[in-house]
């Protein structure tokens, strides 16, 4: 699939408003904006789910060859970032004197696959790639059953995943049991997000028009008691129904638009869009590295400024997401593609 630019724009704009939430929020307190009526570190995260849902399933190219090069270039995307990340951060929570996770702990997160395997998370956002994985899985399994290409197929598992949300939210708010109604959730919007790629480009057959419709509808009519039952009561992170209720309906909404009358291409947004995922995944090791720098130049008991320590880690932020793009996402993607490349050679030459 060619690079769409404004794909990386609506990235960048993404991964600010993640940072955002991290970074600035705590800084504001307690507003009734962000208390309420919208999340903007959801917003960003929902417009993730749903970019991967464009990108992801025609990453998969027909042929025998297909799934292995998909498992290759995916494992190369995801996983080195993913490690210097996790490194970096212990490396922090040493430095800074915080409690470290248990080894166990930190040899389950070198997997992504932590949470299945009943381990926390070590840094607080690596849920969203557990969610990444499964939906990566599932578009592998319909490609190895010959069905990722039915628009029709992908559009019932996003209908499925809805009705999953559901039932789990009505088990949620009946037992007070933290079920994760946010998986089914994110796999739905990653598969209408494979749907809506083929309304951009302009197949809008009768089949696909039916089905995109019928998706929306039922964004509409079930999203709100979904999210009602699943978050009526906080389990511990802030859940709040009418603030999640409006975030998800803006996130679509928004989503529709930015990616079809009203894409952005700047190249500031496409850079920060290009280095995303080490912006993602780095802003907390470089929040604590700010704050370990700032503490230690000011009068003992005095703590830092926090807009300082928010301004310093932005900046932190960035360079070291550039430096990680350049120096290990980049070299890893590339070789990841000389692999497929040579294995792609040594067929042919055996032919």
Not at 265 to 287: D, I, Q
Not at 335 to 340: A, F, I, V, Y
């Amino acid at each position: 699939m060619k690079r769409l630019a404004y794909l990386d724009a609506l990235r960048g704009i993404a991964a600010l408003m993640v940072v955002f939430t991290h970074l600035y929020a705590p800084l504001i307190g307690h507003v009734w904006v962000f208390d309420y009526l919208i999340d903007p570190g959801k917003l960003g995260v929902l417009w993730f789910f749903m970019i991967s849902g464009v990108v992801i399933p025609y990453s998969l190219k027909p042929g025998p060859e297909g799934a292995r090069r998909f498992l290759i270039s995916r494992l190369m995307r995801l996983y080195p970032a993913y490690w210097v990340s996790l490194l970096i951060f212990v490396i922090m929570l040493k430095l800074t004197g915080a409690p470290l996770p248990s080894l166990a702990q930190i040899v389950a997160n070198l997997t992504m696959v932590q949470a299945a395997l009943g381990f926390d998370d070590v840094i607080g956002l690596y849920w969203t790639l557990f969610i990444e994985l499964v939906f990566y899985g599932l578009c592998l399994a319909l490609f190895l059953g010959g069905k990722l290409y039915d628009q029709t197929v992908r559009a019932r598992c996003s209908l499925g995943c809805l009705l999953l949300a559901l039932a789990m939210g009505v088990v949620r708010a009946v037992s007070e049991r933290k079920l994760p109604v946010a998986l089914p959730l994110a796999l739905s919007l990653m598969f209408f997000g494979s749907i809506w790629r083929q309304w951009l480009l302009a197949e809008h057959s009768k089949e696909l028009t039916r089905n995109l419709s019928t998706l929306l509808i039922a964004f509409v009519l079930i999203l709100p008691p979904t999210l009602i039952m699943a978050y009526s009561k906080d389990m511990g992170t802030g859940e709040t129904w009418g603030r999640y209720c409006f975030t998800y309906t803006l996130a679509i909404g928004s989503f529709l638009l930015l990616t079809r009358s009203l894409r952005l291409n700047h190249p500031v947004l496409v850079w920060l869009g290009a280095v995303s995922y080490s912006l993602y995944l780095l802003h907390p090791s470089m929040l604590m590295l700010a704050e370990h720098v700032l503490g230690a130049c000011v009068p003992e008991g005095n703590g830092a400024a926090p807009l300082s320590v928010a301004l310093l880690a932005t900046l932190l932020t960035l360079g070291a997401a550039d430096l990680c793009f350049r120096c290990i996402e980049s070299p890893f993607i590339q070789l990841g593609k000389r692999l497929n490349n040579r294995k792609a050679k040594a067929q042919t030459i055996s032919v």
